[in-house]
Nanobody, 115 residues
Framework: VQFVDSGGALVQPGGPLRLSCVGP????????MSWYRQAPGKERELVAR????????IYADSVRGRFTISRDDYKKTLYLQMNDLKPEDTAVYYC?????????WGQGTQVTVSS
């Protein structure tokens, strides 16, 4: 059982995009949720994180002010609103849910920023 990522697409620089991550088989509200990304030839990196209560969020320096992480526990869905996209944002984006010492990942969704 895993989370399901979606929303990736080819988008022009400066454009917006929203990613979603659904976890219907989980007690979603208990999980601290994160978005990671991995560009070709690079290590996977943390993009943003939101606590299980949704009251604390952290962002990578490279996306702060452009990306917003949010969650809807009723819909069991995590979101990443991305604005002012740049070519360097091109990567496969993964959601991750953490509960205690365990974690669960999504399968990833491709975001390509190019003109």
């Amino acid at each position: 059982v895993q989370f399901v990522d979606s929303g990736g697409a080819l988008v022009q620089p400066g454009g917006p995009l929203r990613l979603s991550c659904v976890g219907p088989g989980f007690i979603f509200r208990n999980y601290a949720m994160s978005w990671y990304r991995q560009a070709p030839g690079k290590e996977r990196e943390l993009v943003a994180r939101i606590t299980s209560g949704g009251n604390q969020k952290i962002y990578a320096d490279s996306v702060r002010g452009r990306f917003t992480i949010s969650r809807d526990d009723y819909k069991k869905t995590l979101y990443l609103q991305m604005n002012d996209l740049k070519p360097e944002d091109t990567a496969v984006y993964y959601c991750r849910g953490a509960l205690g010492v365990g974690d669960v990942w999504g399968q990833g969704t491709q975001v390509t920023v190019s003109s």
